[in-house]
T-cell receptor, first 119, second 114 residues
Framework: EPEVTQTPSHQVTQMGQEVILRCVPI?????FYWYRQILGQKVEFLVS????????KSEIFDDQFSVERPDGSNFTLKIRSTKLEDSAMYFC?????????????????FGPGTRLTVT | AQSVTQLDSQVPVFEEAPVELRCNYS??????LFWYVQYPNQGLQLLLK??????LVKGINGFEAEFNKSQTSFHLRKPSVHISDTAEYFC????????????FGGGTRVLVKP
């Protein structure tokens, strides 16, 4: 069964450094998402991406964050200058667009996550 | 804007006993409802979803949930749990708005005891 993959599984970085988290969505999916989960807290939406542009972003997704689909398979989240409070598990998700299958494909498929630790 | 409340942060339960995880939501528009499970050190896996139609939804691993519009609830149930059901369970909502972002509840940690 196709699945969303994320690399690396764990990233340790120093405060102020740039990090890029990578995701490979399921191949026929066209909607992409990033969520994060700070330890012990709820999963929070960061950004959604469709047709090579951001379709929605949360208040968390400030100028330090950016997303990109550099080629036909990868979807990346960049944090320009990491802060201690960016430490979290970051999940990528993808879904089909309506009409690409016989059902209403609203299910988002999640990757296993990247644990980011900022020291 | 939508919000989701999971009233129980932890639910201990004995093996083969039933379990119910409560979820309430608020939204000014129609919502789609989901339950996700997160096993230790893993990502989120969809258990079941309510999009429309029958209010009783059956999912994987013997779980079911009932959508109650008047009470704005979507409680998850399983009649007999196994040790392997030990995990964190998240209720989530999305709307028909562009992007269909998910808004999650705080999660309920289920600990199944032998």
């Amino acid at each position: 069964e196709p699945e969303v993959t994320q690399t690396p599984s764990h990233q340790v970085t120093q405060m102020g450094q740039e990090v890029i988290l990578r995701c490979v969505p399921i191949s026929n999916h066209l909607y992409f998402y990033w969520y994060r989960q700070i330890l012990g807290q709820k999963v929070e939406f960061l950004v959604s991406f469709y047709n090579n542009e951001i379709s929605e972003k949360s208040e968390i997704f400030d100028d330090q964050f950016s997303v990109e689909r550099p080629d036909g398979s990868n979807f990346t989240l960049k944090i320009r200058s990491t802060k201690l409070e960016d430490s979290a598990m970051y999940f990528c998700a993808s879904r089909e667009t309506p009409g690409t299958s016989g059902r209403r494909p609203l299910e988002q498929y999640f990757g296993p996550g990247t644990r980011l630790t900022v020291t | 804007a939508q919000s989701v409340t999971q009233l129980d942060s932890q639910v201990p339960v004995f093996e083969e006993a039933p379990v119910e995880l409560r979820c309430n939501y608020s939204s000014s528009v129609s919502v789609y409802l989901f339950w996700y499970v997160q096993y230790p050190n893993q990502g989120l896996q969809l258990l079941l979803k309510y999009l429309s139609g029958s209010t009783l939804v059956k999912g994987i691993n013997g779980f079911e949930a009932e959508f109650n519009k008047s009470q704005t609830s979507f409680h998850l149930r399983k009649p007999s749990v196994h040790i392997s059901d030990t995990a964190e369970y998240f209720c989530a909502v999305s709307t028909k708005a562009a992007g269909n972002k998910l808004t999650f509840g705080g999660g309920t940690r289920v600990l199944v005891k032998p």
